[in-house]
């Protein structure tokens, strides 16, 4: 049973530019949840989808977006890519009727804005 | 504001000893609370919880405890092994249950 899976593993981007980061839930999950993790910090919560909407959002501007297909798996789009943005992008699956906060995490996007 | 605070950036134990991580919360709405554990190049993986209807919670040799009146909560491995060597991250999630506020976390070296 595969578990959350991201893609691609690093990416380099240079100012301005737009990024799609992409994302494949566990399997039997149907909700899927981006944070971003700086170098040192822990991981914040950028925002959740289930059954393709936006369910909650984090304290990110609009230059983050994201999207849910039928299949549950998920993008997230960063557009005008600010030095600010280089960060581990981490992915993570649920239940919506698990237990609160029980995530399945992904290895994570490098993202290096230069 | 930081609503998760986890104050020790690090923390180094002998193999066979206690390790004691250490989280603090501002937020009162918070009633449910986890640790993740993460090692380099992987995703964070959940640990255990802990409901703040108990102020104890065992699996193994990992334990949480939780004390509201301070709101503080503790995470106690023993014995400690090289294996726990990785980054802990305490975690709360709001009402709704979708999203975690994550500590800053405590980086754990276990030395043999």
């Known amino acids: 049973d595969a578990g959350v899976t991201q893609s691609p593993t690093h990416l380099i981007k240079t100012r301005g530019q737009q990024v799609t980061l992409r994302c494949s839930p566990k399997s039997g999950h149907d909700t899927v949840s981006w944070y971003q993790q700086a170098l040192g910090q822990g991981p914040q919560f950028i925002f959740q989808?289930?059954?393709?909407?936006?369910?909650q959002r984090g304290n990110f501007p609009d230059r983050f977006s994201g999207h849910q297909f039928p299949n549950y798996s998920s993008e997230l789009n960063v557009n005008a890519l600010l030095l600010g943005d280089s960060a581990l992008y981490l992915c993570?699956?649920?239940?919506?009727?698990?237990?609160?906060?029980?995530?399945?995490f992904g290895s994570g996007t490098q993202l290096s804005v230069l | 504001d930081q609503q998760v605070k986890q104050n020790s950036p690090s923390l180094s134990v002998q193999e066979g000893r206690i390790s004691i991580l250490n989280c603090d919360y501002t937020?009162?709405?918070?009633?449910?609370f986890l640790w993740y554990k993460k090692y380099p190049a992987e995703g964070p993986t959940f640990l255990i919880s802990?409901?703040?209807?108990?102020d104890k919670n065992e699996d193994g040799r990992f334990t949480v405890f939780l004390n509201k009146s301070a709101k503080h909560l503790s995470l106690h491995i023993v014995p400690s092994q090289p294996g726990d060597s990785a980054v802990y991250f305490c975690a709360a999630p709001n009402n709704a249950g979708n999203m975690l506020t994550f500590g800053g976390g405590t980086r754990l070296m276990v030395k043999p």
């Open positions: 989808y289930y059954e393709e909407e936006e369910r």
């Open positions: 802990i409901s703040s209807i108990k």
């Open positions: 937020n009162s709405m918070f009633d449910y």
């Open positions: 993570a699956s649920s239940w919506v009727t698990g237990a609160p906060g029980k995530l399945f």
